[in-house]
Each structure stands twice: as structure tokens, then as C-alpha cells.
């Protein structure tokens, strides 16, 4: 199968390039080499993939004269912490880390997310690179440079923006995925679509079912289109400043209910919940009529992922709201379509109608 190149130049910082391509763990090293002389590359992953994928890719890189450092997180949500990331900077300041020393993440968003904080950090900047291994970090976490880790009062608070020099995406990896995992991925492809692609959410709602095949060829060309997409609004907005926002549909909901279930629902769960509140908001504020509201709920069902069912306290789940970071002079700002393939920014939706869309998911 041929592989996919998506090209991203960010304005004031070098460009690097995303690629997908199937069996592409088992020649990382290859790639890697290309882009480093350093005689080391750590790799950081987490307990789940110590022992499946880090092995391929231990031995990848060195056949291509890397030695290997490598550190291990503990799996989940719950453990990305400052506190859980001290041991990963013993590990590589006690291998004497070099600034040329490429510092590669291996895993789902949450890996990625942390290893690229510590690439941030670490000497004040290594080289990173992203080599995801679910589909949710695949189509988005793996893009666009944000980096961070959780603080009790909410998600991502303390981070950094921290651009890959490459990502490497190997959709075979996704063989080995648990489906819920799968599932939550597919809530980010239809985000994507959501705000970008009419075309493309109209294909999404014909062959989702595709992806539970483990159809790899789909599954590349969905991974592709979908990091075609994200690269297209990094490029236009790196540091989140306006446009950038768009990527954040359904996320301003779906990172409340996140911090309030204490990381319960996956994030990929708080996504779908999150797109079906907006949905639910932009209809009643006569930007979408009921039968796009429908679509977007639809599509979400058949991704098998939740759009109801919520137990959470309202009142919890509003207050969570106001510490997101989009959050501008105390006032909430949530994305919502006024067509499918296109979102605007709104911080002036009434208080009762963001009561009554996260009521609408009981």
C-alpha cells in the first residue's frame, strides 16, 4: 500500500512532515536518521506498549545506529501529572540527553502529550517526534504541537506548544486497538469533518462501519484526510489564537465532563457527549436546523459512541466550564456549526440554553 505525505509549515518555525503508512513502526529508525546525526533517541511510551510495539521499534532504530534510552509512564488518564512525569526526566538527564537527542513518543494522546512536554522542557528543547499508536492520537493529538499535562482544577492547564519535527503514523498498529478506543477516535474524524468537510462528513456517515473492519487501507486514507485537515488550521493558527479554536467543537462541553466524571467517560466519550451538547446549543440558536442537529447525532451513534445517558450534576459540569482555557474575560466561548463543514465562534450564548444542552444529555 503507498504511503501518505501531508506537508506542515508552521509560520516562523521549521516545517516537518506527517506520514501515514502502513508498516511504518518497523522502519522509524530509517526515517529518523534522516532528520538526526545525534547518537542516541529516547523513547518514552507507557506500561500497555512496553511490551508490544516498543520492541519494533527498539530494533528499528538500532539498525540505524541509535542507542536506545527509554522510559515508561503509567498508562491512563489519571496518571498524567507533573508528579508521574519526574521519572521520565531522571531517566534521560541521568542518560545525558543531549539538545540534538531526539526524544520520540510512543503511544496514544496521553504519551504523546507528556513526552512532548518533556521534550519541550528537557534542556529547554529537544527534538520530538510522534509516533501514535491510536486513532485518536493519530488524528489529532499527534498535530499540531500542544503539550501538557492535567492539574485537579482541569485538563491541559500546564503545557507548553511544542512542534514535532516529524510524525510518523502507522495505521496497522490500530489492529492491536481495543475498540473503544477505536470508537473514541472516530468522535475527533467526525469533529473534523464536522467544521472543515461537508463531503467528508457526508462519506463518514456512509462507511464508519469500515473502521470497525479494521479495513487498513480505510483506515489510511481516513487517518490522512483527517491530518490534512488539522495541519491546514495549525498552519493558519499555531498558538490558538482564532481559528485554531474551530479544532476545539464539542470540546468545551466534552473537557467538563471530562474533569468532573474524574476521567470516567474517555476523552474520545467527552468528545461525542460534547459535539451533541453543541449540536443541541446551535440549533436552538437557529444556526443549524433540526435535520443537521440530527445527522451529527446519527453519525455519532454509529460510531457506537455515547450521546446520552449523562449523571453528572449540571451545576458541577457549568462551573468546570469556566476554567477552560478558551475561556476570554470570564465569558465561555463554544464552537458551534452553522452548517455542517463550517463552525464560527460564539461567547454570548445565554446561560439557561448551555444549562439546557448539557440537560439534554441525560
Known sequence: MSQSVVPVNIPGAASYEITV???????????LRKLSKSDKAAVVTDAHLAATHLPILRESLQRSGFEVISATLPAGEDHKTLRDLLPVYDVLLGARVERSTPVLALGGGVVGDMTGFVAATVLRGVPFVQIPTSLLAMVDASVGGKTGVNHAIGKNLIGAFHQPVAVLIDPEVLETLPERELRGGLAECIKHDVIRDAEGFAALEENIGRAFALDVEYLADLIAHNVAIKARVVEADPFERGERAHLNFGHTFGHAIETVSHYSYSHGECVALGMVAAAF????????DSGSQRRIINVIQKAGLPTGGLKLDTDEVMDAMHFDKKVRSGRVRFILPDRIGHVIIRDDVPEPIVREAVESLR
Open 281 to 288: 446549543a446551535a440549533t436552538r440558536l437557529g444556526l443549524i
Open 21 to 31: 503508512a502502513p508498516g511504518l513502526l518497523r522502519s522509524a529508525g530509517e526515517r
